[in-house]
């Protein structure tokens, strides 16, 4: 039997990847064998109708998601990503991770084209090219110019994600890739930095300042070696978090051994873990090699040490989920439109993406209360959302 629409094998691949199912798994699903798949993927054959609404209700998209062109593509010079794997496994594993990441990205950047068709985002990324050798130098002083851009002096970071999101970014996280993603940011055409929430609040704020250095340059992809281009972004996130010009003053050095109470104090002024601070002040000539090596075995074996470490609360993102929930409210676009002109069911949208989750959970409430967070400023746009994206 012949098909009457003939699917898009890329968005056919797309789809199962979102579903985070392999050939077999699948083809077990739809009774029909891995070789006829992977036909489909190629755009070799054609699956007929029946086989059609199988794929639709298995994969929770709607039709023309299989039959119309091809979905956003991402490109992987834009994304660092940072993988949870064994050694054993781990190109097979990064692979398969890269892969079902982009899937997933594809569709969050139809998400945020249907979203920049009613709001303006903000655009205040600092672009940053002239650092042609990833030296120390250069690390110190890009850090030194996000800081310049946007106005913050040598003070800690009060809020690192509506630093991001005021700025343009977008912070989120993909739940279902909790245990493949440990973090990932992409560049363009949208700055997205993908955040792991099962890390603590010190954790979470040092990728976000971590992969915000991905963004704003370029020559930290310069590196062929994943482990040195990861090294200078995290010397990256170290001189972002806490300014040298600062901590220098404020870190005491006069002692043999590291004194646990400043540390801790340190920690809570800069909103960072306690490796964090014992490696800048490595990092900045404050302490020896030794004394590095001896605090980090003693933060590893001595638990009291990490008593009340975790005082900071985790950071949330606010920006998308507010916006989608502002659509709901006014309806406006409600999530069931937003999911057809994604041309998925509403089910796999709020699955996949934690905002629609939160939002729903909002709407839901009957008595809403009011989370002190910094408000981020954004202006509804008076065009219509286009028929066709």
């Known amino acids: 039997m012949t098909s009457v629409n003939h699917i898009n094998g890329n968005n056919l691949r797309s789809a199962r990847l979102i579903n985070q199912l392999n050939l077999y798994e699948l083809s077990e699903l739809l009774g029909i064998s891995v070789s006829t798949l992977v036909k489909m993927e190629a755009g070799i054959s054609q699956p007929n109708n029946i086989l059609i609404k199988q794929l639709c209700c298995r994969l929770g998209i709607l039709p023309p998601f299989l039959t119309g062109s091809s979905r956003y593509t991402i490109h992987e010079d ?49 672009k940053i090219y002239d650092a042609d050798i990833a030296s120390d130098t250069n ?30 970014g977008i912070v989120t996280s993909f739940p279902n890739l909790y245990s493949s993603i440990d973090s990932m940011s992409i560049t363009y055409p949208h700055p997205i930095i993908i955040i792991n929430h099962k890390k603590t609040a010190y954790q979470v704020r040092f990728d976000i300042a971590m992969h915000c250095g991905a963004i704003v340059s370029n020559f930290f992809f310069t590196s062929k070696n994943i482990s040195a281009t990861k090294q200078d972004l995290e010397n990256f996130a170290l001189a972002l978090l806490m300014p040298a010009c600062s901590f220098r003053n404020e870190f005491v050095r006069s002692k043999p051994i590291i004194y646990w109470p400043e540390i801790e104090s340190l920690q ?3 909103g960072v873990s306690k490796e964090a601070v014992i490696y800048r002040a490595f990092q900045l000539k404050l302490i020896s090699i030794k004394q590095l090596k001896f605090s980090l075995a003693k933060l590893r074996t001595n638990a009291s040490i990490h008593f009340n ?21 006014t ?12 041309a998925v069911k509403k089910l796999l949208l709020t699955n996949l993406f934690i905002e629609f989750k939160n939002a729903l959970n909002k709407s839901a409430a009957s008595s809403p209360k009011k989370h002190n967070v910094f408000s981020i400023n954004y202006t509804r746009k008076s065009t219509d959302l286009p028929s066709r994206l």
């Open 139 to 168: 690390i110190e002083q890009l850090a030194d110019s996000c800081r310049f851009h946007w106005g913050l002096g040598f003070s800690p970071i009060e809020n690192i994600t509506t630093l991001i999101e005021r700025s343009g």
């Open 331 to 342: 309806q406006a676009l409600s999530t069931e439109v937003i999911a057809q002109h994604l």
């Open 78 to 126: 834009a994304i660092f990503y940072v993988p949870i794997t064994t050694p054993k496994s781990q190109a097979t594993s990064n692979n398969s991770t890269l892969f079902q990441a982009t899937a997933y990205l594809s569709l969050y950047y139809e998400l945020i084209r249907v979203l920049k068709t009613q709001f303006r985002f903000p655009n205040n990324f600092p």
């Open 268 to 270: 809570q002024r800069w």
């Open 309 to 329: 470490n975790c005082k900071t609360k985790k950071e949330q993102p606010h920006f998308i989920s507010n916006q989608i929930q502002q659509l709901n409210k």
